[in-house]
């Protein structure tokens, strides 16, 4: 008895001291927008991730083929990194948009104008040169374009500022009540573009007087700021083994609790995920080496397998080594779902929420899997993610050997097989609590209804 109590007394204290930060993280709406702006972008990216693939499929002479066929003079496999730098290259413009759309429905003005504004003002503050060396020369010269190092993953940042921001401008000149009100008889479409003038007129004065203050200090514009000063710290923090297991051990802890714990750590680091992912992809292009483990492909794919917990990994003890009718059923249904990451069945239906002897494995064995895959791609014995982009469903191996070769493949499998042995002697115990509470009911022979019976 006093054992439950102290259980019950720590669990308290946890849900006392994470619920309000994860109700903070989960309602607010700047996260919000960051998180649903990024996924404007993730149809994009893995379209040009599929492309990304067939022209660096890792087989050799595949690539050889690609690269030494022309068509009009020039390679498939150019033909293919078009596909990739239209999505890849220009990422950070679907991002901005996205973001300025769904924080604009957050703060309950016209998302379509809320998405124009944050682009609008993310151009205003881009130096639209480029650098160029003339062949033949050792001195650059800039030349007026767009510079794609700016539309791809380093303009993320500051494009994230520009949309909260412009939004933030436009929705207060829109509370000021200064917008043109057009008689009643105007077509809506035309009587919204003409309310609009004046908060992006507003709009493009703020943000004209920050380029021109900008350009009188030493960093000459504002992207340079942003990105040396912001995004270059935090990529770097981010691309830490210590910062990953803490990401993760936060996340699960809130699992614990029910509340979907990745969705909220992901509207914070996602996005510094994404510009490693980028960097990387890019340096693949380049045929350089990869720069960073850390990204948003070594925690989508080599984290957890079956979703959050790892819990794939469960899956195969309850089918294979528990005796008990309940988890035995529950892994039968939960089996599909989980090769396609999807564990809620599990999680809830086990369950793991709030058992605190389910806790200790699935909060253990994402953390071992950080670890060893991190440091079998220090040394090198499995190659670094490329940065390709997969649909978060796609089953292990398959996506072990795309991203990582036949050796990501092997350390996927590796894995599985470790988490099941973390796991066993933990629904072992619960095994036989359910054993005894089936024979119990079936010694009693009552006919007495419980929702405790339903199987899912």
Same mark, same amino acid.
Request: glycine share 8%.
């Given at each position: 008895?006093?054992?439950?109590?102290?259980?019950?007394?720590?669990?308290?204290?946890?849900?006392?001291?994470?619920?309000?930060?994860?109700?903070?993280?989960?309602?607010?709406?700047?996260?919000?927008?960051?998180?649903?702006?990024?996924l404007v972008s993730m149809p994009l990216l893995v379209v040009g991730s599929i492309f990304m693939l067939i022209s660096n499929f890792p087989v050799q002479a595949w690539i050889n083929l690609l690269s030494n066929t022309n068509i009009a003079g020039t390679s498939i496999s150019s033909y293919f990194s078009n596909i990739t730098n239209a999505t890849f290259s220009i990422m950070a413009i679907?991002?901005?948009?996205?973001?300025?759309?769904?924080?604009?429905?957050?703060?309950?003005?016209?998302?379509? @104008?809320?998405?124009?504004?944050?682009?609008?003002?993310?151009?205003?503050?881009?130096?639209?040169?480029?650098?160029?060396?003339?062949?033949?020369?050792?001195?650059?010269?800039?030349?007026?374009?767009?510079?794609?190092?700016?539309?791809?993953?380093?303009?993320? @940042?500051?494009?994230?500022?520009?949309?909260?921001?412009?939004?933030?401008?436009?929705?207060?000149?829109?509370?000021?009540?200064?917008?043109?009100?057009?008689?009643?008889?105007?077509?809506?479409?035309?009587?919204?573009?003409?309310?609009?003038?004046?908060?992006?007129?507003?709009?493009?004065?703020?943000?004209?007087?920050?380029?021109?203050?900008?350009?009188?200090?030493?960093?000459?514009?504002?992207?340079?700021?942003?990105?040396?000063?912001?995004?270059?710290?935090?990529?770097?923090?981010?691309?830490?083994?210590?910062?990953?297991?803490?990401?993760?051990?936060?996340?699960?802890?809130?699992?614990?609790?029910?509340?979907?714990?990745?969705?909220?750590?992901?509207?914070?680091?996602?996005?510094?995920?994404?510009?490693?992912?980028?960097?990387?992809?890019?340096?693949?292009?380049?045929?350089?080496?990869?720069?960073?483990?850390?990204?948003?492909?070594?925690?989508?794919?080599?984290?957890?397998?079956?979703?959050?917990?790892?819990?794939?990994?469960?899956?195969?003890?309850?089918?294979?080594?528990?005796?008990?009718?309940?988890?035995?059923?529950?892994?039968?249904?939960?089996?599909?779902?989980?090769?396609?990451?999807?564990?809620?069945?599990?999680? @809830?239906?086990?369950?793991?929420?709030?058992?605190?002897?389910?806790?200790?494995?699935?909060?253990?064995?994402?953390?071992?899997?950080?670890?060893?895959?991190?440091?079998?791609?220090?040394?090198?014995?499995?190659?670094?993610?490329?940065?390709?982009?997969?649909?978060?469903?796609?089953?292990?191996?398959?996506?072990?050997?795309?991203?990582?070769?036949?050796?990501?493949?092997?350390?996927?499998?590796?894995?599985?097989?470790?988490?099941?042995?973390?796991?066993?002697?933990?629904?072992?115990?619960?095994?036989?609590?359910?054993?005894?509470?089936?024979?119990?009911?079936?010694?009693?022979?009552?006919?007495?209804?419980?929702?405790?019976?339903?199987?899912?």
């Amino acid at each position: 008895m006093q054992e439950n109590r102290m259980k019950n007394s720590l669990m308290d204290t946890f849900e006392s001291k994470l619920m309000p930060i994860a109700k903070y993280i989960s309602t607010n709406k700047y996260l919000m927008a960051i998180r649903d702006g990024f996924l404007v972008s993730m149809p994009l990216l893995v379209v040009g991730s599929i492309f990304m693939l067939i022209s660096n499929f890792p087989v050799q002479a595949w690539i050889n083929l690609l690269s030494n066929t022309n068509i009009a003079g020039t390679s498939i496999s150019s033909y293919f990194s078009n596909i990739t730098n239209a999505t890849f290259s220009i990422m950070a413009i679907f991002v901005v948009i996205g973001i300025g759309y769904n924080y604009a429905k957050e703060e309950k003005v016209s998302p379509i @104008f809320g998405a124009a504004v944050a682009i609008l003002s993310w151009f205003i503050l881009m130096p639209f040169t480029t650098e160029y060396i003339p062949e033949g020369s050792s001195t650059a010269i800039e030349v007026a374009s767009i510079p794609l190092q700016w539309v791809g993953s380093k303009g993320i @940042f500051i494009g994230i500022f520009c949309a909260f921001i412009s939004v933030r401008i436009y929705k207060w000149v829109e509370d000021k009540n200064w917008t043109i009100k057009m008689p009643s008889g105007v077509p809506p479409t035309v009587g919204q573009s003409f309310a609009a003038l004046f908060p992006i007129a507003m709009v493009i004065i703020v943000f004209f007087l920050i380029r021109v203050l900008f350009s009188l200090t030493s960093w000459g514009n504002a992207f340079d700021f942003v990105y040396k000063i912001l995004q270059m710290p935090l990529q770097k923090v981010g691309d830490t083994l210590g910062a990953m297991l803490g990401i993760y051990l936060f996340a699960h802890i809130l699992w614990f609790f029910g509340i979907h714990g990745t969705n909220i750590t992901d509207s914070v680091f996602r996005p510094i995920l994404y510009a490693l992912s980028a960097e990387n992809l890019a340096a693949l292009q380049a045929g350089n080496p990869l720069p960073h483990i850390i990204n948003s492909q070594f925690q989508d794919l080599f984290a957890t397998y079956g979703g959050g917990g790892s819990t794939l990994s469960l899956l195969i003890i309850m089918l294979f080594f528990c005796k008990s009718k309940r988890i035995k059923q529950l892994g039968k249904l939960a089996i599909v779902p989980g090769i396609f990451e999807i564990n809620e069945p599990i999680i @809830f239906g086990l369950p793991i929420v709030l058992n605190p002897i389910m806790a200790v494995p699935f909060i253990l064995t994402p953390m071992v899997n950080i670890l060893i895959s991190y440091i079998t791609m220090r040394i090198g014995i499995v190659p670094i993610c490329n940065g390709v982009i997969m649909p978060w469903t796609t089953p292990p191996i398959i996506s072990g050997f795309l991203s990582s070769g036949w050796q990501g493949a092997v350390l996927q499998i590796f894995l599985i097989a470790l988490g099941a042995l973390i796991y066993y002697p933990f629904i072992k115990v619960v095994d036989k609590q359910y054993l005894k509470d089936e024979s119990e009911d079936s010694d009693s022979g009552t006919d007495d209804f419980s929702l405790d019976d339903l199987s899912l």
